[in-house]
T-cell receptor
């Protein structure tokens, strides 16, 4: 089934630890995104990539880094986790042209708790 | 700044009709999206409007007025499975999506 796979589904992490959230898509979408979703707030863009080899900063990039070595994979790394990074993280992808541009397909989410 | 406003929560009865409003103030406009998100799940795409008017898709319709910075999502013949959050998002002049906080819709029998 075509779509986006995120891992882990859920993780509890000690503050100061390094953590990588994995995201893989099999739809050959050029654009990929990482969002965080917190209660009472809209989805907030952390980082994005319009094509393999390029990345850009979103609305809330501090404390996070990404890489896009190929079309399919877009991992998100927290170099030194802090409690304010407790959130649900969604990876998404979309085509970059035509009628489907910005129609996002989301992964199931990764629930991260930083203690 | 950029802002998307939606009601936090709405309640409706099974079989009825409900309208969820979204107003926006963004730097530029290149389309408005509605997504549905069931509790604990990922958002899924519902509709897209870029021109003024009504787009109908089965029981769901979405309306846009660009001059008023306003959209609504209309859900007809409500079913219990329609209980979810509905997210409004606007694509701005930089082709970035600006998201509202979502409207939690509760359907009662």
């Amino acid at each position: 089934i075509a779509g986006i796979t995120q891992a882990p589904t859920s993780q509890i992490l000690a503050a100061g630890r390094r953590m990588t959230l994995r995201c893989t898509q099999d739809m050959r979408h050029n654009a990929m995104y990482w969002y965080r979703q917190d209660l009472g707030l809209g989805l907030r863009l952390i980082h994005y990539s319009n094509t393999a080899g390029t990345t850009g900063k979103g609305e809330v990039p501090d404390g996070y880094s990404v890489s896009r070595a190929n079309t399919d994979d877009f991992p998100l790394t927290l170099a030194s986790a802090v409690p304010s990074q407790t959130s649900v993280y969604f990876c998404a992808s979309s085509p970059t042209g035509g009628a489907g541009a910005n129609v996002l397909t989301f992964g199931a989410g990764s629930r991260l708790t930083v203690l | 700044g950029q802002n998307i406003d939606q009601p936090t929560e709405m309640t409706a009865t099974e079989g009825a009709i409900v309208q969820i409003n979204c107003t926006y103030q963004t730097s530029g406009f290149n389309g408005l999206f509605w997504y549905q998100q069931h509790a604990g799940e990922a958002p899924t795409f519902l509709s897209y409007n870029v021109l003024d008017g009504l787009e109908e898709k089965g029981r769901f319709s979405s309306f846009l007025s660009r001059s008023k910075g306003y959209s609504y999502l209309l859900l007809k013949e409500l079913q219990m499975k329609d209980s979810a959050s509905y997210l409004c998002a606007v694509r701005d002049s930089n082709y970035q999506l600006i998201w509202g906080a979502g409207t939690k819709l509760i359907i009662k029998p």
